[in-house]
C-alpha cells in the first residue's frame, strides 16, 4: 500500500505522506499482531519472527524519518522516493540475481565437469523425479528451486535437489548437486543417491552440454 501511494504520489507530483505513513504504520501493527497470535497458538516458527523483523527493518527507519509536520515539498518527495526504493529495489535486485545464476551455474557445472561428458537435470514433480535441461531459461534461481510435498500434517518435504550435474567417468556417472550456498556443484553422498533413487541419469551427458543448448 505505501509502495503504490508513494509511487501514485511521484507520478502525479502531489503529497501523500501522511496516507503513506498510516499505510506503513498499519502494515507493521499487523505483522505484529499475526506474530504474536500465531506464538499464542503454539504454532511458533523462526520464519514468523524473522518476517516480523524485516518488516521492522524496513517500516521503523520510514516512519523514524518521515517528518512530523508535512511543509517541506522536498522531504516529501524524498520520502516517497525512500519508500518505493525500498521495495523497487529488492525486486529489482532479486529478478538480477535470478539471471546472473544462469550464467553462474553454467560455469560452476563447465568447471566440475572439465573435459568429461556432462549434462545438467532438475526436478520434473513433486516426486523427485528429474528432467533434462532443455533451455538456460530453467537455471534462472527464480526458476531452479526444489519443490514441496505435504507428506501429512504440517509437514512438508524435498525429495530432489534444485539441479544435478552428472559427470561421466570411467564410464560411470557421477553425480553433483547444486548448493546455493556455496554457490557450487558439491558431490551426491552414497546415501542420498540411495535415499532419493538418484541411480541413473535423466539425461545424456555429453562433452559440449551448454553449447548444446544454443541450437
Known amino acids: 500500500m505505501a509502495f503504490a501511494i508513494s509511487a501514485g504520489a511521484l507520478i502525479l507530483d502531489q503529497s501523500a505522506s501522511r496516507l503513506m505513513k498510516r499505510a506503513v504504520a498499519l502494515h507493521f501493527g499487523m505483522s505484529l499482531v499475526v506474530s504474536l497470535v500465531?506464538?499464542?497458538?503454539?504454532?511458533?516458527?523462526?520464519?514468523?519472527?524473522l518476517f516480523t523483523l524485516l518488516a521492522g527493518l524496513v517500516d521503523l527507519p520510514i516512519l523514524a524519518l518521515a517528518p512530523g509536520r508535512i511543509d517541506s515539498p522536498r522531504a516529501v518527495k524524498l520520502l516517497h522516493m525512500v519508500v518505493v526504493s525500498s521495495v523497487?529495489?529488492?525486486?529489482?535486485?532479486?529478478?538480477?540475481?535470478?539471471?546472473?545464476?544462469?550464467?553462474?551455474?553454467?560455469?560452476?557445472?563447465?568447471?566440475?565437469?572439465?573435459?568429461?561428458?556432462?549434462?545438467?537435470q532438475v526436478p520434473k514433480d513433486y516426486l523427485g523425479q528429474y528432467k533434462a535441461v532443455t533451455?538456460?531459461?530453467?537455471?534462472a534461481g527464480l526458476r531452479m528451486q526444489t519443490p514441496f510435498t505435504n507428506g501429512g500434517g504440517s509437514t512438508?518435504?524435498?525429495?530432489?535437489?534444485?539441479?544435478?550435474?552428472?559427470?561421466?567417468?570411467?564410464?560411470?556417472?557421477?553425480?553433483?548437486?547444486?548448493?546455493?550456498?556455496?554457490?557450487?556443484?558439491v558431490p551426491v553422498s552414497e546415501r542420498a543417491i540411495n535415499g532419493?533413487?538418484?541411480?541413473?541419469?535423466?539425461?545424456?551427458?555429453?562433452?559440449?552440454?551448454?553449447?548444446e543448448l544454443n541450437r
Request: net charge negative.
Open 38 to 49: 500465531v506464538w499464542v497458538m503454539d504454532q511458533f516458527s523462526p520464519a514468523i519472527w
Open 88 to 120: 523497487a529495489g529488492p525486486i529489482a535486485g532479486l529478478f538480477l540475481w535470478s539471471a546472473l545464476n544462469i550464467t553462474i551455474v553454467e560455469w560452476r557445472a563447465r568447471a566440475v565437469a572439465g573435459s568429461h561428458p556432462y549434462c545438467m
Open 135 to 139: 533451455q538456460r531459461a530453467e537455471l
Open 156 to 185: 512438508d518435504y524435498q525429495f530432489a535437489f534444485h539441479a544435478v550435474l552428472v559427470v561421466r567417468k570411467g564410464g560411470g556417472d557421477q553425480f553433483y548437486n547444486w548448493s546455493y550456498f556455496a554457490q557450487s556443484f
Open 196 to 211: 532419493l533413487a538418484l541411480l541413473s541419469a535423466d539425461c545424456e551427458p555429453i562433452v559440449a552440454f551448454f553449447d
